[in-house]
């Protein structure tokens, strides 16, 4: 064989080499930036997971704030009414808007509680049961609240 052919053989094999490896390289390439797509999404869906729960807890927090808040009120007016010495029913109005507040929170379970507390207060007032018969439907109520603020 001439100088010319194993030079030709030479840079044949070279080129050859240089096209196989630029094969592989492209392909390693290829195979790492999907890789590192795919990891850059999973990181970001868990972020969004993240944030999502955050904003889930913020809201639930927020939300037994209010009821607390609501129940509070309706117990401020029907403890004192339930102080008070009089026993006029026109001194319903501020419990029975409180009321409303109640029913328009919930759940169903403080509602009925809340309304029975409300019904046993009218009458208390208008001298169909005594104070005492109270006792019973206010701890029901105050039950209801506790176990819907605990969820």
């Avoid at 509070?72 to 009089?86: G, W």
């Amino acid at each position: 064989m001439s100088e010319w052919g194993i030079a030709l053989i030479a840079a044949g094999s070279a080129v050859a080499g240089s096209i196989a490896t630029g094969w592989f390289t492209r392909s390693a390439g290829v195979r790492q930036a999907q890789a590192a797509k795919h990891a850059g999404d999973r990181q970001a869906d868990a972020l969004i997971t993240t944030v999502q729960a955050t904003l889930n807890d913020q809201r639930n927090a927020r939300t037994r704030d209010q009821h607390r808040e609501i129940y509070a009120q309706f117990i401020e007016c029907a403890q004192r009414l339930e102080l008070a010495p009089s026993r006029n029913p026109d001194d319903l109005a501020p419990l029975a808007h409180a009321m409303v507040m109640v029913r328009l929170e919930g759940p169903e379970p403080v509602v009925q509680a809340a309304t029975a507390y409300f019904s046993k207060l009218a009458d208390v007032l208008s001298g169909d049961e005594d104070r005492d018969s109270l006792a019973r439907v206010r701890n029901h109520f105050y039950a209801a609240a506790r176990d819907a603020l605990a969820r």
